[in-house]
């Protein structure tokens, strides 16, 4: 004689769920934009090593002349170069907003004169190399100077090819309003504004302070 099935009670019902619950969408960032913060924390550490060797160079070995007489920066030019990559900030802003708000030619010109901001940005640090009079054989401040700037113009060079690979695809319209649609566009930006920020405080510390 089969005996008869006992349905379960409400109370105990089999929960096949493990672990806590998932987060709801609001209260969690975007994992590709976590990563870009976790790199960007990263290279906020390997700036700050490099402008620890600045100041103890400045201050501990040759606290009297910086630069050494002889050796004069060209600070109106690295001025302008500032105010051409703190533009780029602006429009790289401009092209996300439009696309937030499905606007494809907005996006697709703040990407563009983004890049031809940064462009201009790297030819411009790129000729004062070749006339600025010194190498980076030319004692500590040689050293360090470039070592900074350099750096800095890897990163440039860097979120340029970033911001290359977004404007490929918004010309060929890949970007959409939702969050999950313009992740390839957000994600350079985020880098982009820290390299214009690092670069004001390099401008400050190695040309003006």
Avoid: C
Wanted: glycine share 10%; net charge negative.
């Amino acid at each position: 004689m089969e005996s008869a099935s006992i349905p379960a009670s409400p109370g105990h019902v089999e929960d096949h769920h493990h672990g806590p619950p998932a987060a709801h969408q609001s209260s969690r960032i975007d994992p590709t934009v976590l990563g870009i913060l976790l790199f960007i924390l990263s290279e906020v550490m390997l700036f700050g090593a490099f402008f620890a060797a600045y100041f103890f160079l400045r201050v501990v070995v040759d606290p009297v002349a910086w630069p050494p007489e002889g050796i004069p920066l060209p600070v109106l030019i690295a001025g302008i170069n500032t105010a051409v990559l703190v533009s780029s900030s602006f429009t790289i802003h401009y092209a996300l907003e439009a696309i937030k708000h499905g606007n494809h030619k907005g996006l697709k010109l703040g990407l563009t004169l983004t890049w031809l901001l940064g462009a201009t940005f790297l030819f411009i640090q790129i000729n004062e190399y070749i006339h600025i009079g010194f190498t980076p054989r030319d004692g500590a401040f040689g050293s360090i100077f470039f070592s900074l700037t350099g750096l800095h113009g890897a990163h440039v060079f860097v979120g340029l090819l970033l911001i290359t690979f977004a404007t490929i695809r918004a010309y060929r319209g890949h970007f959409g309003p939702e969050q999950k649609d313009h992740l390839g566009v957000e994600v350079p930006s985020i880098y982009w504004h820290f390299v214009d920020i690092m670069w004001i405080i390099v401008f400050l510390a190695v040309y003006i302070v």
